[in-house]
């Protein structure tokens, strides 16, 4: 007679694991103790906690993260909240680098794939075979972005940052590059042969993409007090890198100057229509082949069209 071997809940494997972490850890059954990337975590005593009595904490917190209500990982980023532009400036940028990573795992899946299975929560594996939270070439190059304008901005060092990531993979989540467009590489070779930075980008209509278009913006936190000229010659400086058909620096322009004005007005409606007025004012006679390419969006009825 075969003896079935007994399936434990996991109630009784947490209640293992915290006899195997006092003995040193050998056997734990569940996973790593993730109280031990919690910033609450005594070090050396992963029975306790800071945030839990000493006799409270709950038996169950001890290994799964997620099932610890005041669990915070201890790599979190701290940044200062003053205002509502500051609010509005970092829920952009994160809510950019969250919806990246959301998105890594079923790139290039179909709209109806995910009706039918919605993403709710971060995802590994999937098109990349990446784990969780794995970011994708548009937040690298929005890092290099960045930190290119905290060193005080020149194009010169955002090329040079672009380069860093295409050779080493800096700023990607495993120094390592598992994704890039076609037209973004091909413009970062001719960086690394010595081409003039903006002179880098695809000029013809096939070069378009979305390619700069996904990693602009920063610029309109940079940008924002900056003369209207001024503004749109540094977005469409910053889109040459890589793309340097007029399409492609207009969708650029007309992003970050809706961006800009969701900072300033409550009402996506109304940042919307500042922005058709802008564009209009600035960029009707420099662009003015591309404006019926956009014409949908410029007559402001893009909200009236159907899905598909
Ligand atoms: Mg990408």
Request: hydrophobic share 30%.
């Amino acid at each position: 007679m075969s003896k079935e071997k007994k399936q434990l809940s996991l109630i009784e494997r947490w209640e293992l694991d915290i006899e195997s972490y006092k003995n040193g850890a050998t056997q734990i059954l569940t996973c790593t103790p993730q109280c031990e990337k919690c910033r609450y975590f005594i070090k050396g005593n992963a029975l306790h906690c800071e945030i839990y009595d000493n006799d409270n904490k709950p038996k169950y917190v001890l290994f799964p993260s997620k099932e610890c209500p005041r669990y915070e990982s201890i790599e979190l980023i701290e940044v200062e909240i003053n205002n509502q532009y500051d609010s509005k400036m970092f829920g952009g940028l994160f809510g950019f680098c969250v919806g990246d990573a959301l998105g890594v795992p079923v790139e290039f899946s179909t709209r109806d794939e995910r009706k039918i299975d919605p993403i709710k929560e971060m995802r590994a594996y999937g098109t990349y075979h990446q784990p969780f939270g794995t970011w994708s070439d548009d937040t690298s190059l929005i890092l290099c972005l960045i930190e290119s304008i905290n060193d005080d901005y020149s194009i010169q060092r955002v090329a040079d940052n672009f380069v860093k990531y295409y050779k080493h993979g800096y700023l990607t989540p495993y120094c390592d590059i598992f994704d890039i467009g076609n037209s973004t590489r091909d413009a970062i070779d001719r960086m690394i042969r010595g081409v003039n930075p903006v002179e880098c980008g695809g000029k013809t209509e096939q070069d378009n993409g979305n390619g700069s278009l996904m990693r602009v913006l920063t610029l309109a936190y940079y940008a924002n007090d900056m003369l209207p000229i001024k503004r749109i010659e540094i977005v469409e400086e910053v889109s040459s890198l890589t793309h340097s058909h007029k399409r492609s620096k207009f969708a650029c322009i007309f992003y970050i100057e809706f961006v800009i004005n969701l900072l300033h007005v409550d009402k996506k409606d109304e940042a919307y229509k500042k922005t058709i007025e802008f564009v209009k004012k600035y960029c009707t006679e420099s662009y003015y082949e591309e404006i019926d390419n956009y014409r949908r969006i410029l007559d402001g009825t893009i909200t009236s069209y159907n899905e598909e």
